[in-house]
């Protein structure tokens, strides 16, 4: 068994249990906000409340924080229950949506009129700004501050009746204009907006904001610890405010740092915007940090959840490399990908001294190091394909591979020797090497004892399958793109080699009819993943997931 985490949170949950808080209980929360597809943050979140809850025997909920209409959407509700399943999660019974709560939440909301701690205002989207102050100017009271309770029930039930056009009054709730905290200068709780609700339809015209619907579903499902971001610190007062208000049943709001990852942006709107302007093929474009780009990518669930407990869980912001993540998955493919060979970019080798039509078999491999993924048959002929980079012509100093006169292991295979080149009439490039083998080196060793020193992957010719290979590398080339004040520059930073598409890769036979998402380590080149989507049997597509090594660490 691995060892639990152990961090603040963790820590806090532990001794509430020892001095029997809730009961004993234990009760989190994923609640994202369906207007996007999930990213590697979100997955921290999931990891983490799900985790924890898994730890102390509790449970955690899936909620849609579903109360903005206007950018929430059905496909997305989809996506993200099926990549919180994908990502090795399971909320059981407890799904949930926030616009289940619009009736209460509105209830809650007469209880504070009726209390005197809320009332209508009918200022401008713009006084209300202005009145509310600055972080060195206490706000001003609105003049609709001293309404009646009775003359704010009439207006509450008006707006929620659709007398009022939209941004005409809001409800606020009655706080204090001149704290330091200007989350508690009389925030809005409900604004008036006509836009039809994925799953309330127009059913309602007002919504509740954020800082009203969340606490108080918090507090309705009973959640013991409510985990947010550092973000949420400030609106911490507002959280505890209203479930005291409100008499609910009080969760204790916590904030962590969010996920903030190198050489990609996390937020929603950019991600949309790289969608929508077509910069990436789709929120699943395998350059994206989104888990279905992930997963299109070629990354496991197993490779995602050692990635968020290897970054931990701490109170100030930072910025983890995405080698971290790359690292994360390398080690989960080298120890579950079978070993394949591949040509990226063929470079034809016939074999002079091997009998013509003949075809032998060699037996390969699947792992290394696991002789439980067992071996496989690769053919072997006259005519291969080896790597173009596996040979030159006037080799450099530690160049081992193939060179004229030169001497080079096939893998599984025999020793060949290069013995001149072939020249394309017109262009000079090199199109063919010719070879000899040693039929004495049958298996990778030679008889006399002779070494060679270089290794390389091959295919046979006539067996060899077409594939389309795609190399993906960083969509921006500045480790924080999304750092410019105003947050819309991070176009600029985009890395316009992001994708290479190789479309004469040649690989063994095997591959031909490989499954949709099955990851293989094409032996010295990377780990490569079948694309789920463009795959086809018989013409496989394959998306590079990592090379071997860190190729940007050196
Ligand atoms: P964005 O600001 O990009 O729209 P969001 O935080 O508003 O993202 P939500 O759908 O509301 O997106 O997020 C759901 C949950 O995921 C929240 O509890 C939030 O704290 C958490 N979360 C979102 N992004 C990150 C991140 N980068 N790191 C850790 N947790 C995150
Ligand atoms: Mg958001
Ligand atoms: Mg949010």
Redesign the pocket.
Known sequence: ATSLPSHFISNIIAEDLKAGKNGGRVATR???????Y?????A???C??FGLAAQFGGVCHLRF?DTNPSKEEDEYVEAIKADVRWLGFDWGENLYYASDYFEQLHDFAVKLIRKGKAYVCSLTPEQIREYRGTLTRPGTDSPFRGRTVDENLELFAAMRAGDFADGSHVLRAKIDMSSPNINLRDPIMYRILRAPHHRTGESWCIYPMYDFAHGQSDGIERITHS???LE?QDHRPLYDWFLEELDLFHPQQIE?????LSYTV??????LELVTQKIVSGWDDPRMPTLVGLRRRGYTPAAIRTFCERIGVGKSDSCIDVGVLEDCVREDLNEHAPRVMGVLRPLRVVIDNYPEGEVEEFEAANHPADPAMGTRMVPFSRVLYIERDDFMEEPAKKFFRLAPGREVRLRYAYFIRCESVVRDASSGEIVELRCSYDPQTRGGNAQDGRKVKGTIHWVSAPHAVTAEVRLYDRLFLTANPGADKDGSDYRSHLNPASLEIVDTCLVEPGLSAALPEASFQFERLGYFSVDALDSRPGAPVFNRTVTLRDSWAR
Do not use: Q, V, Y
């Not at 999930?38 to 979100?42: K, M, R, V």
């Open positions: 994923f609640p994202p906000e369906p207007n996007g999930l990213h590697i943050g979100h921290k979140s999931i983490l409340n924080d985990i947010c971001t949420f962590f740092a969010r996920l903030n996390m937020s929603k709107r950019k991600l």
